[in-house]
Nanobody
C-alpha cells in the first residue's frame, strides 16, 4: 500500500517561511516523480511544484517561482518544499503527490497524471 504523509504546515506571518515534507512508503521512491499541489477554500487544486527522478528536473508555477524550492532526499524517501516570502495568497491545504516516472527528466504538472496522494497539510499565512 502506497502512503504519502505530509508534515510541516502551520501558521506563519506574511514574509515568513515554512518547509513542508512528504515521506513516501510502499513504493520505490527513487523511481517516482513527485509534485506539490495546493487547494485554497472555494478554489480548484492547483499545481505548485514538481521534481523528476532526476533532481535537476524541477518545475514551478509562476506564482511561486523564486520563492519556493522543491528538493528530494532518496535516502529518506522524502520530498521537501521550502517556502519563503509567504503571503496570505499562499494560504491553502498543500498536497503531496507521486507518479511512477516515465522518464527521469519528466515532471508531471497535471493533477490527473499523479497516481498517489497524501492527505494534505494546512498552511495559513496571516497578514
Amino acid at each position: 500500500q502506497v502512503r504519502l504523509v505530509e508534515s510541516g504546515g502551520g501558521l506563519v506571518q506574511a514574509g515568513g517561511s515554512l518547509r513542508l515534507s512528504c515521506e513516501v512508503s510502499g513504493r520505490t521512491f527513487s523511481a517516482c516523480a513527485m509534485g506539490w499541489f495546493r487547494q485554497a477554500p472555494g478554489k480548484e487544486r492547483e499545481f505548485v511544484s514538481g521534481i523528476g527522478v532526476s533532481v535537476r528536473s524541477t518545475y514551478y508555477a509562476d506564482s511561486v517561482k523564486g520563492r519556493f524550492t522543491i528538493s528530494r532526499d532518496n535516502a529518506k524517501n522524502t520530498v521537501f518544499l521550502q517556502m519563503n516570502s509567504l503571503s496570505p495568497e499562499d494560504t491553502a491545504v498543500y498536497y503531496c503527490a507521486a507518479k511512477n516516472a516515465i522518464l527521469p527528466t519528466y515532471v508531471p504538472i497535471r493533477r490527473r497524471e499523479y497516481e498517489y496522494w497524501g492527505q494534505g497539510t494546512q498552511v495559513t499565512v496571516s497578514s
